[in-house]
Structures are given as C-alpha cells and as structure tokens.
C-alpha cells in the first residue's frame, strides 16, 4: 500500500472541528489559512521581505531582533528590537490572524501587553480600531500579508511548527481515558495513518527546498542535519548553506584525491575549514593529534577555500556525549560523502534503498552510512583526548536508522512521486513499515505516556512508523493545545471514527 493520506481526510470530515483543523492542520489545508503558531514561526525566522514591512499608517519597519519566544503567558515575543519609522523600540511583539484579536483576547485590559510595541497582523480584514495598551497608548500595527517570502501554500509545507519552543505537557491528555476502551488496532490505525501523514510532509518539505535547489544540494543537507541530532542541527545546516555539495564534490574532484580514505579526510578538513574549527596552531594533544591536526590544515590550506572559513557558527554550549561531539560527527559523514561523489548524493541515496526486500534494502542502507573506519576518529572522542585502547563506531546503528527514517525516506517518496511510480511509493511504504522504532525521544515517551500512560498497549508494536505517527499527534494537536480543549483525536474517539478508513 502507498503512504496513506487518511490522516488529512480524517480531521477535514469532523465537522465540529471543520474550522479548526483547516486553520490548524497546515498540511491538510488548501494553504488560504494559516495557524498563529506558524504565523509566529515566520516572524521568528524573517520569511518576509523586510523591504516592504511597514506599519498600517505607512512607517518602514526595521527589525534587529525579532525578539525571544515566550512560552509563558503573555505576549509572543519578548525582548524584541526594532525601528519605526525613525525610532529605535525595545520591548515585545504580539501577533494575531486579524485586527481583531487583539480587542477578542482583551489584551487592552491586561498590563502584561503594555510593553508591546507592535501589534503583527496576517492581513488586514474589516476596519477596527487602533490597538491600545492598558494606559490608551496606541500601538503601530503591520500587515504580513502582502511581503511574505512565498505563498502560505509553500509556507505550510515548508516549515515544521512543532519544532519551534514549546510547552511541557505532563499529564494525561483527555484521550488516555478513551484510548484505554478503544481496541489496539484501532490505536495503532490512527497512529499508523499519522506516521504516514508525517513523512510526505517530510517529502512536501523538501519538494518545496527542490524547487529551490538541486536534488544533491537538498539531500546533502538533510543527512547533515541528520548528523547533527537536536544539539546541532541548526549549525549542521548552516554548514550544509556554507560548503554546498556541489562545491564540495568539486573541490574532491579537482584534488586528484584517490580512495574513499584519502577522499574522506579531505572532506573532513574542508567541511572543518568552513566551520571554523580548525584555528591556526596545532595546539595540544598527542603527537598523532597534532599531526592529523596539522594535516587536515594543510588540506585546507591548499584547497583555495580559505575564504569561507567563519567562526560564527555556535558549536560550543550543548551538553552531548564525547562520541558525538561535532568535530566527530563531521568525521563519521565524510566517509558517507566519500562514497556518493562519482554519481551524486541524491542517487546514492536511492541506490542504498534499491534492494526489493525490505530488510535487506533496511541493512543496506544502515551498514552504507555506519561502516566506517578512520585512522584517527575511530580511536579518538576528540583531538586532544586520549586515545582509546579499542575502535568507536563513528555512526551508531541508531543514528543511522534515524537518518534513513527522517531522511532517505521522505527523499525516496518525493523521487517516486516525481516520477509517477506508484510501484517505487509501494516497495518504499513496504520498506517503511518494515523499520523498528529508533531511539524514544522525549516527545515520543511524553505522547506515549500522555496517550497510553504506564500501559504497555504499545511496547510490543513500536515502530519507526509509531514513532513518526506520535511525534505527528504531538505537532498537531499536544504542543498547540495542552489543555486538550479542542482535540480532534479527542472529538474523533468520542465518535468512533478512530481506526476506520476514510
């Protein structure tokens, strides 16, 4: 069967959340509405042209600083910095759909949004009066609506709201006491269509990132995002935006390196040259360290690359493992891009997932991305840690399944999709149901506990599908509402429509 889109048709058809789940569910929507979560998520991250932002009464707005996401109660953003006009503000940004949210949730009333200092709208509706603190001090208002970067359809699909901060949610949702009376199957059915909902917004994602990009380029950064857990995926895709592949691959290629060993140091000191992490003497550490060190600087040095070396990507504060400390990681994913330069990472991709048996095409793809051995990283945590007596895997199997789960399937599907193979979207859905559950996350054991608490309904069906389906409940329904006030899977297991195909 290929993925199922029953977890967009499920919510469409409840027609007491109608509304709301087409405002909401972004996917499922015709991309003509948008949620205040993902109306916040293109503040934070500037997805407009900051040309044409202006105020209603026609004043430039500059913003130096967005501001920090609240996850209290009270404004949106705190702490923001902007110009008006010809005056500097420091203070907080509120954000509504329309004008009149701001008078509907009373904020006039209530002196925690007396420090605001703009008042962001989606587009203008009806006329409404001038937003005002709790002192009457009016406040500058601005339109999105007309500089977004792309259009709300591309929006919706492109971002990942979930992933924005969120609340801590620590009870039991108003679904635990439903889900205990409904039948497993019926459980498993809506976390199954969910799973799949999951990975073609992945595969929607990074369609939208094509349109923009090569294929190899859009590959390239998802494995190191992927490479960079949660610690530092966003400095993995910066690096990713730095050092392109097709660059990269170039650089590999005019070097006259040969082998996949020689191919990957390379790649390492290069990938490690535009990170910044390479500094300028070989400074402590065993005579081995300061030999790779000073090996990979003269790789660097000779790869006309120089110039994009920048030290302004934050590599250091996240608490992790020795074994995945970034320098490491770079290392594990260079002997991967080792393997994909003669016919592009993209299709290397999709060589690993070619076997027609799913547990075979499943090994292939983990031993591809985990076999590796390095003379230095294999034995070393870091460049000046001691050397250890036995050999560390670089990529654990664990990552490894994670980035196949993520990432090379999501790619398969928008390749299948592409080219209109629904026999290629069968054998990879085969493939997808086939893979064990990675890791627990913290919010896949928050959603299993919130859903199912100490029961062990699920312990014997975990799955990579399960997984995505619970962290696809969580995005959608957990993280927006944590008081369960207007859940569809609620309102869906009231009525009986969980487990059924639409």
Request: aromatic letters at 8%; hydrophobic letters at 35%.
């Amino acid at each position: 069967m290929p993925f199922s889109e029953d977890y967009f048709r499920l919510f469409e058809n409840v027609p007491a959340f109608h509304d709301r789940v087409t405002q909401k569910y972004l996917l499922a929507s015709s991309g003509a509405q948008i949620s205040e979560r993902l109306m916040r998520c293109i503040w934070y991250d500037r997805l407009y042209d900051r040309q044409r932002l202006i105020t209603k009464d026609g004043r430039n707005i500059v913003v130096h600083s967005p501001g920090t996401w609240n996850l209290e109660s009270g404004p949106d953003f705190v702490r923001a910095d902007l110009s008006i006009g010809t005056t500097r503000l420091k203070g907080d940004v509120e954000l509504h759909l329309e004008a009149a949210g701001w008078r509907l949730h009373k904020h006039s009333l209530d002196k925690r949004y007396d420090n605001v200092i703009l008042h962001v709208i989606l587009k203008p509706g009806a006329r409404q009066e001038t937003p005002v603190t709790s002192h009457g001090v009016e406040i500058p208002e601005a339109g999105l609506w007309g500089c977004l970067t792309d259009n709300l359809k591309v929006l919706s699909c492109a971002l990942r709201p979930e992933e924005y901060p969120y609340n801590s949610l620590r009870n039991f949702g108003r679904c635990h006491g439903l889900l205990e009376q409904t039948p497993l199957d019926s459980a498993l059915r809506l976390l199954y269509i969910a799973g799949d909902a999951r990975i073609i917004a992945k595969q929607r994602r990074f369609s939208y990132e094509a349109e923009k990009q090569n294929l190899d380029q859009v590959a390239y950064a998802a494995l190191l995002e992927g490479m960079g857990y949660k610690s530092y995926r966003k400095q993995f895709s910066q690096l990713a935006q730095r050092l392109p592949y097709e660059q990269l691959q170039e650089s590999v290629a005019a070097s006259g390196a040969c082998g996949a060993s020689e191919q990957a140091l390379l790649t390492q000191a290069l990938l490690m040259g535009t990170a910044g992490m390479l500094g300028d003497s070989p400074g402590a550490g065993s005579s081995e360290a300061r030999e790779y060190s000073g090996r990979l600087r003269e790789l660097w040095g000779s790869s006309g690359l120089r110039n994009m070396e920048r030290s302004d990507i934050a590599w250091k504060g996240s608490a992790v493992r020795p074994a995945n400390l970034p320098q490491r990681r770079i290392a594990g994913v260079s002997h991967v891009l080792a393997r994909t330069y003669g016919e592009g990472v993209f299709k290397w991709i999709l060589a690993c997932m070619s076997e027609n048996d799913a547990r075979k095409a499943r090994l292939n793809c983990i031993e591809s991305m985990s076999r590796a051995e390095d003379s230095f990283w294999s034995y070393h945590y870091s460049v000046r840690g001691e050397k250890l007596r036995e050999p560390v895997g670089l990529l654990g199997a664990d990552r490894a399944l994670t980035i196949l789960v993520n990432s090379f399937v999501p790619l398969a599907l928008l390749n299948a999709r592409n080219e209109g193979q629904p026999g290629k979207e069968d054998l990879l859905h085969n493939l997808y149901c086939s893979l064990p559950s990675p890791q627990p996350n913290a919010v896949t054991r928050l959603m299993e506990y919130r859903m199912f608490g100490d029961s062990s309904k699920l312990r014997k069906t975990r799955s990579a599908r399960i997984q995505q389906g619970l962290m696809q409940v969580f995005a959608d329904w957990c993280s927006e509402d944590p008081a369960c006030e207007n859940c569809g899977v609620f309102a869906c297991l009231q009525s009986g429509r969980i487990g059924e195909r639409q």
